[in-house]
């Protein structure tokens, strides 16, 4: 089994930065692309950013310029540096990973718990 787990989340004042980590643990084989969602009340959830496993990122237009999501292979860990946040960015973010198994060496899809980002005005 493979748990994703979610830390730096919190409240911070518009303009302001936070650090969200991702940390996997458990059965691991590899990890595949990497990705951050975020999921606002009353809004669809929405791909915030992603990183392949060579290293290659993706960003939604609405983050461009602002958040910078890097990952530590050896850690097994993703990170998402937060910058000049916005009281929109008020969502709770989710950690996504595509996880081979050790054990089965068969690729699954695996989510956190979530940690939530409040930003205000």
């Known amino acids: 089994q493979v748990q994703l787990v979610e830390s730096g989340g919190g409240l911070v004042q518009a303009g302001g930065s936070l650090r969200l980590s991702c940390a996997a643990s458990?059965?691991?084989?590899?990890?595949?692309?990497m990705d951050w969602y975020r999921h606002a009340p009353g809004k669809q959830r929405e791909l915030v950013a992603g990183?392949?496993?060579?290293?290659?990122?993706n960003y939604a237009d609405s983050v461009k310029g602002r958040f910078t999501i890097s990952r530590d292979n050896a850690k097994n860990t993703v990170y998402l540096q937060m910058n000049s946040l916005k009281p929109e960015d008020t969502a709770v973010y989710y950690c996504n990973a595509d996880v081979r198994s050790s054990t089965t060496l068969t690729y699954n899809h695996y989510w956190g718990q979530g940690t939530q980002v409040t930003v205000s005005s």
């Open positions: 990183i392949t496993s060579g290293g290659t990122t």
């Open positions: 458990g059965s691991i084989f590899s990890i595949g692309s």
